[in-house]
């Protein structure tokens, strides 16, 4: 029967790793065990209990946050202040970012990654590092937190995290495109913030974003039917090329997004490993025990 531990600060974090390390047990991380947990683990350590805002600053646009904090509840949280994220997850904000997905607002904002000032993160050594700043002009020392985005917990472990924000725009609305038009569309000069397609519910949908002044908003979604924001709840990312997303949800279940040349498949994928992940995870994690 797996073991389940939920520490509650950094040290608990750092004891736990240690004594996993020192039986040699297996440990899968998980936030709020939102998504499926397939990995051979001894142990499942859940972040669940290391949540809450640590520090919103309005003047450099950024706000510290624990791991295990519902990534729904920083939303909240951020909106009664007039600021958001641009990213839509359903789990936790440690999940968003070892998950790495793309999203609607990864056109014009990246990656989750590329939001990520900084971290506090414990490695597979149990060791707690602290690196990053809290501006995008932040340079200096190891991006140990860059390296453990999309690695889904197998480098190392999110305990506090460092995010851009932005304010939130006057009105955000989603409309309805064809699919045929859904990659013209994000190369116009309508400038939607995002469009995505999925084949959620049989038939292919596609829905774009767009976001700024009421008027300017009002003025680009005329003539479109609303939309609505569609959600696909699966860690599994395949990559195609530009212009050429669409053709996955010909071949599986799945939410693409255009321009982007990335998608959330249902189909659960094998992760490569590639030779500089397995020299991060030799210095990172030498007893592999973080699966």
Known sequence: MV??????DHDE?????????RDKKKVKVVGIQSNPINAKADVILSLRKITGVLEL??????VKVRAGTPFHELQEFLGKRGYMIPHSYWGSVGGLFSLNLPSIFSFWFGLPKDILLGATVCTGLGEIVRSGGVTTKFSS??????????????????LDLTIKIIK???EMRFVKVNPDDAYPLMMSNKRPWGVA???LTGEIECN???AGFSRVVEELSSGYELGRLQD???????????????SILHQERALVFPGIGMGIIGKEMEAEMTKSFFMLKRALDPSFILV
């Open 3 to 8: 073991e389940i531990i939920e520490p509650r």
């Open 13 to 21: 974090v750092k004891d736990a790793v240690l004594e996993m390390s």
């Open 57 to 62: 600053s309005e003047d450099d646009n950024y």
């Open 141 to 158: 020392g190891y991006k140990i937190w860059k390296a453990l985005s999309g690695a889904m917990g197998k480098l190392g472990i999110f």
């Open 168 to 170: 939130t725009p006057e």
């Open 197 to 199: 397609c999925g084949n």
């Open 208 to 210: 774009a974003l767009f």
């Open 232 to 246: 696909m709840r699966s860690p599994f990312i395949r990559n195609t090329r530009l212009g050429e997303e669409i």
